[in-house]
Structure formats: C-alpha cells, structure tokens
C-alpha cells in the first residue's frame, strides 16, 4: 500500500512538483533552526504561504501542540472552529471531509452582532461566547488569525469557564493587543497552542498551519495502514 500523501496533496503533478520544489527552497534558505521535526513542516508551509522568513524563530509550540492536533484530526469529526469566515474559505473541504472535520465561525451571526452593540464589546468576543454556549469549542482546533479580542476571550473562556479545544492555532495580526493576545495563549498550560509571537500573523497562516497539520496526520494514517 502507497504511504504516499493522496488527499492532502495537489492534485496534479505540476502541482505539486512546484510546491514541493518550493518546500526544499525553503529548507535549504532557512537552515539550521530549532524546531523538531514533527514542527518544522508547520513552520515551513507557513513560511510558503507568504515568502516571509522570520516565521522561522517567531512562530512557538506548546510541547503537546502537535500531536494533540493529530490526534484531533485522527479520531474524526473534529470541528474547525475560526474567528472569521475567511479561515473556512481557505482551508480545503477535500482535505477536512477526509478526516469527517467541519468549519464553523459567527462573527457574522445576527445574535453575534446584537449582544456585541449591547455589550460594547467586539463581536468576536461575542463569537468566541457563542461558540462556547454551543459546546463547539471543546475538543476543537481553535483558528484565531483576525481579531486578538477572540484569542483574548477565548484565553479566558479556558481560564474561567472550563473550555478545552484539543488545539489553539493563534495568530491574530495587528497592532491593537495582538502580540499580548497571543503572550496570554502560550502562558497557557490547560490546552496546547501554536502562536506567533508579536504583531505577525493572520487568517493566511493559519490555513497553512492547519493544512500542514492535515498533511501530517495522512502520513500517520497511511503509515498506521501499510
């Protein structure tokens, strides 16, 4: 049996030749760096998703954060649970329907937006509450790539209210408490995180980070299979 990656792949062989000549680019420009093995395919698509090199050193693991994600992505029917819908848009249905995964986010939801004007407050704070009081966080793969008040309600939901998703991707960007959204995640111990540390980050990385974890966790199962 072929332990060749199939649904996390291009899917054609132009495709793929180019983006996997473009992977050992970057493994020989980046050289040496400190991640494991296991984190460095994560940093390297998150690297080819925008030709930006200092991902390499600003992008930092929780120990557990990948094979928690993995083994999230493995048991099946894992949720997807982002900030903004441009998250859901990027990631590729083909490969969350190989693993019974589904993407969900209110930011744009009626009530989102009518408890947010009522409670001065942003409505992806009010997102993150409502993902909660649906019981979508828990056992989730968190994608946080927008808004820093989502990563910052969401660091509290797991403090105060008992949320646990099985991963934290967070990287929200900006210039408003983004860096500190994302100090306040990696002082987490309770659930694992991925995060990019300072004003960097955004929905395009997090699509890389999950997809890369995708890829990952295919090679596991068809390795499991051989």
């Known amino acids: 049996m072929s332990t060749v990656n199939t649904v996390t792949e291009q899917l054609t062989r132009a495709g793929q030749a180019i983006e996997h000549d473009s992977f050992a680019i970057i493994d020989a420009e980046a050289g040496p760096h400190r ?28 120990p557990d954060a990948v094979e ?21 848009s990027g990631l590729s249905r083909p490969r969350l329907a190989h693993f019974g995964m589904t993407t969900h986010q209110f930011i744009s939801d009626a009530d989102v937006i009518a408890r ?7 409505r992806a704070v009010q997102a993150m509450r409502k993902a909660h009081r649906l019981g979508r966080l828990e056992g989730a793969i968190v994608g946080i790539g927008n ?19 099985a991963l934290v991707v967070g990287m929200p960007v900006g210039f408003v408490s983004a860096a500190e959204s994302k ?14 540390r ?29």
């Open 68 to 88: 928690a994600g993995l083994q999230a992505m493995l048991r099946g029917g894992a949720p997807v649970v982002a900030d903004v819908e441009m998250i859901c």
């Open 35 to 62: 991640y494991t093995p296991a984190q460095w395919p994560i940093v390297r698509r998150m690297i080819h998703a925008n030709a930006d090199f200092e991902f390499n050193g600003l992008t930092d693991f929780h």
């Open 147 to 165: 808004a820093p008040t989502a990563l910052i309600e969401l660091v509290r939901l797991i403090r105060e209210a008992g949320a646990r998703p």
């Open 198 to 226: 300072g004003r960097k980050g955004g929905s395009t990385l997090v699509v890389a980070a999950v997809h890369a974890l995708l890829s990952l966790a295919e090679a596991r199962q068809k390795a499991a299979s051989a």
């Open 116 to 122: 947010a004007q009522a409670e001065d407050s942003t």
């Open 183 to 196: 100090d306040l995640m990696a002082g987490l111990t309770e659930v694992p995180w991925i995060v990019i």
